[in-house]
């Protein structure tokens, strides 16, 4: 799933595609798109997707992991030795018990980045949180697209990376990567997300009558949504259905959503992530008003019942099949951070 189609699939939801920066939505920056330091790079950064071999997976080597040997903890990963192989090495170092990663699933991970001659971390997600982005459809270096699909969530995996697959001749210079280095990750892979993913908070009672009614279920299977008769708000309302425990949203966050929305007026579909089949990865300031003031401040893993009244939303312009003035009524689960 490319960004392009994302956008063209949930028109409704954009104020504009304006500023996006490149056609996956992503700025040109080395950096990663949930905050990454600009004296750091992620593995977000690839020289480009065009032409890039498919590698042959060997099994080693990788240098030693000498501390923090356990899932989700920071580990110390000693300097190379020897001659790096010329193809990708992957080492499983903890097998998980959880789903297989596929290409075009979202995957959260902490990870620690360094180069095989010196041992020097060019970057690691460890100080500042996970990391998510889209596996096997190179919006990440070519050695994670082909090292971590089929592994299982919950493992600790470790890459060794010859240039073809990370930088390439050109290197990285911002984080001192020269264009000979092999690189060597440790990757923890926390959780993966797809079409079929769902919010998996603790439920909230809904109480109030004169409020719609979002299902509960956590199948991955749209929720129910049943709109109440009577007159709508005519304020904001942003309640929780399901209310996780994972950060608070913040107003210049990225989110990856699950969806879906009806017109207060005829309980109808207008549109939702589920019937795409792909999850909406969006910067949250450049959805409709609705959503910004609706979901910042909300924690991340909860399903959210926002209420949207027409001046938060669209006012008196129609938008494909959004009638003019229209109060809209979404489910929102908000699955991770970018």
Not at 141 to 149: N, R, S, T
Request: proline share 7%.
């Amino acid at each position: 799933m490319r960004r392009r189609s994302v956008l063209l699939a949930v028109p409704a939801l954009m104020l504009t595609a304006a500023g996006c920066g490149g056609s996956d939505g992503k700025s040109d920056s080395a950096s990663s798109p949930s905050g990454t330091p600009s004296d750091t790079v992620s593995p977000t950064t690839t020289p480009s997707a065009a032409g890039t071999p498919t590698a042959k997976i060997v099994g080693g080597p990788v240098p030693d992991i000498t501390a923090g040997t356990a899932f989700n903890h920071k580990p110390t990963v000693a300097k190379g030795a020897g001659t790096p192989s010329k193809d990708l090495a992957v080492k499983t170092v903890i097998t998980g018990d959880g789903p297989v990663i596929a290409s075009g699933d979202f995957v959260q991970v902490n990870y620690v980045g360094q180069v095989w001659d010196t041992a020097k971390v060019f970057d690691t997600s460890f100080s500042r949180g996970p990391y998510t982005n889209i596996i096997g459809q190179g919006k990440v270096i070519p050695g994670w697209d082909q090292g971590l699909v089929g592994q299982k969530v919950k493992s600790r995996v470790e890459l060794a990376i010859p240039p073809a697959l990370g930088y390439g001749s050109s290197g990285n210079a911002q984080a001192g990567i020269k264009g000979t280095d092999t690189l060597v990750f440790v990757v923890d892979v926390i959780d993966r997300f797809n079409g079929k993913s769902s919010s998996t908070g603790t439920k909230v009672a809904q109480t109030d009558a004169s409020l719609p009614k979002i299902g509960t279920n956590t199948d991955g299977a749209a929720p129910s949504i049943t709109v109440p008769k009577g007159k709508a708000p005519t304020k904001l309302v942003s309640e929780y259905i399901l209310e996780g425990d994972g950060p608070v949203v913040k107003a210049t966050d990225n989110l990856l959503l699950q969806y879906k929305g009806v017109l207060w007026d005829t309980g109808k579909q207008f549109d939702a992530s589920y019937t795409n089949g792909q999850l909406a990865a969006f910067p949250l300031a450049q959805l409709i008003k609705g959503w910004q003031q609706g979901l910042a401040g909300k924690k991340v893993g909860s399903r959210v019942m926002l209420v949207t009244p027409p001046d938060l939303a669209y006012g008196s312009t129609a938008n494909q099949g959004i009638p003019a003035n229209s109060t809209l009524v979404f489910s929102l689960d908000i699955l991770a951070l970018l």
